[in-house]
């Protein structure tokens, strides 16, 4: 009981420092325009790329015949390297934009920088540590084999590792949206309560994976995002998602007999 008293004391700490460096240790009323702005412009990113990137094979229909030769289509490496940089634009550009030229902001001031993420290096590897354990055990699920990697069959090793390249840009650009773009967006207004309102759609985009990993990014989307306000960085969580996600790849690749195939 005494270290659970500790851990919580911990926590807390850590909470309470964040409120008291933003000031939003007692803020009531309606949210100020630029979180307003933030959470509007956080909504409709994610509708359009549920609906434009997503959801494109069933969009093609919509666009002019020039417009949807473009969108992948149903060849794998094409439709999947078109997924990661569609996620590309709408997590990390369309937000940047949105920062620079609207709320003329530095975007290293939303988490898109270096400084503090190697200082903190050795807090990300701990955590990458018992992560990649269970993904170890949970590699030999037909569930986790049938779901990983996205792109099924890879063809080549080219191919594979041209996806997965493509697939670490999307992480970052999906750590900027979420712990950088909507946390520190909404934290001078929230303080450490812009965690859980991130945390709310960050586990949504999750629901077509399996359970374990849906409810594990509740708890991974609330680290990630104390450390990205206590760093000021959100590399630290997208070296780790991309760390586990290449992990996961190569595991299910290896469960299936697929991976010396490719050399």
Known sequence: MDRFRKLNEWIAGHFRAIDDEQGALSRSGPPGGRAALVLIVSALTLVALQYIVIGNRNMRAVFPPWVAEQLPGDDPVRFRIGWALGCVLFYLIIPAIFIRLVLRER???????????????????????????????????????????????????????????????????????????????????????????????????????????????????????????????????????????????????WQKSQLGALF
């Not at 099924?152 to 493509?166: D, F, G």
């Open 107 to 253: 975007l290293r001031d939303y988490g898109l920088t270096f400084k503090g993420f190697f200082r903190h290096a050795p807090i990300y590897l701990l955590m990458f540590l018992p992560v990649g354990a269970m993904v170890v055990l949970v590699s030999y699920d037909p569930h986790f084999q049938a779901t990983y990697p996205f792109y099924k069959n890879p063809s080549s090793l080219m191919h594979l590792l041209a996806w997965e390249l493509c697939y670490a840009m999307q992480f970052v650009a999906l750590e900027f949206f979420f712990r950088g773009f909507m946390l520190h967006g909404l934290k001078k207004r929230y303080g450490t309560s812009a965690i859980w309102i991130m945390v709310i759609p960050y586990c949504m985009i999750h629901f077509p994976k399996p359970w374990p990993e849906t409810c594990g990014a509740l708890v991974a989307g609330t680290v990630l995002g104390v450390l990205s306000l206590r760093t000021g960085s959100v590399m630290g969580g997208a070296a780790i998602h991309i760390a586990v996600a290449w992990w996961m790849d190569i595991l299910s690749l």
